[in-house]
């Protein structure tokens, strides 16, 4: 995964289930 704080990052449906699993 590339910068969690980029904002394009977080606009992917893709990556965004990553991102929550990441936080926990």
């Known amino acids: 995964m590339r910068s ?3 904002p ?3 606009a992917l ?3 965004y289930p990553a991102f929550l ?3 926990k």
Do not use: F, H, K, R
């Open 4 to 6: 969690v704080t980029d």
């Open 8 to 10: 394009a990052e977080l």
């Open 13 to 15: 449906p893709d990556d």
């Open 21 to 23: 699993a990441w936080l």
